[in-house]
């Protein structure tokens, strides 16, 4: 039986329309990072790139980014075994710190910005083959046409895309509700609440996701706060 509450909802989030700079929004982009802790995000992501990559990836592009935290403490735990990667960050916002980018760089990892609407980036002409396309966090975003329009871009680039995403759940709910408990600001206090009656349940991803038969999809609940997907192309025989 589905767990999914209500009908999904998407509004615009309040940190997606605060300047860099701006103080309530530098606090947020602190709070999100404890959040990912609590959710797991790392850990979950490493799993569907197990799960979803044969071989060593050279290069991957993470969508809507953010500050590229999250990355980086997937980076520092990839390193040795992936070494060199060029990792291409896209969000609206110019959010990589040069502390940020030399920490890449010690680890051998070049990073690209791409400070810039995901859409536009999408329709660039010069995209490499991305071994993997990840979101985190960043789908739920989008509604019919523009989240079709979405996938229909990533499978254009990669033949591994990998979401984590909020888990639209009644246990997930309840969680948005209680982020004040950590310290979280007014700002993350409510965009986590509409983050979760964006999220997904079931096979909502699936549904969306461009398949001509040629991609093998997973979708599920992770731990108690996350949904993910993954689209990987299947190998020709
Ligand atoms: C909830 S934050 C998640 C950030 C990061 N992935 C994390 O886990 O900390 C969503 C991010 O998506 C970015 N974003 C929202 N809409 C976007 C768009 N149309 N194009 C590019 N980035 C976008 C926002 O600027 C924000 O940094």
């Not at 959040?35 to 197990?50: C, E, K, T, W």
């Not at 979280?184 to 996701?209: H, K, M, P, Q, Y």
Request: glycine share 6%; net charge positive; charged share 25%.
């Amino acid at each position: 039986m589905s767990e999914a509450i209500l009908t999904r909802r998407v509004e615009e989030e309040t940190l997606d329309h605060l300047r860099e700079d701006d103080p309530r929004a530098i606090r947020s982009r602190r709070d999100l990072r404890r959040i990912n802790r609590i959710m797991g995000s790392l850990s979950i992501m490493n799993s569907l790139l197990n799960a979803s990559l044969a071989r060593a990836p050279s290069h991957i592009a993470e969508l809507g980014a953010g500050d590229g935290s999250l990355l980086l403490r997937l980076a520092k735990g990839r390193a040795r075994t992936w070494p060199g990667v060029t990792l291409t960050l896209v969000d609206q916002q110019d959010l990589l710190s040069a502390q940020t980018r030399a920490a890449f760089s010690d680890l051998g990892w070049t990073v690209r910005a791409a400070s810039m609407d995901v859409f536009a980036w999408l329709e660039r002409a010069d995209h490499p083959r991305y071994d993997a396309v990840v979101a985190n966090l960043f789908v739920h975003h989008f509604e019919g046409d523009a989240l079709s329009r979405l996938f229909r871009g990533i499978a254009r680039v990669t033949d591994c895309f990998i979401a984590c995403e909020p888990r639209r759940a009644r246990v997930a709910l309840l969680g948005s509700h209680l982020v004040g408990a950590i310290g979280a600001n007014d700002v993350t206090r409510r965009d986590a609440v509409l983050s979760v009656r964006a999220g997904f349940s079931d096979r909502e991803l699936s549904a969306c996701w461009p398949d001509d038969g040629g991609w093998q999809l997973r979708e599920m609940g992770a731990r108690l706060f996350s949904h993910t997907f993954a689209a990987v192309r299947r190998v020709q025989a």
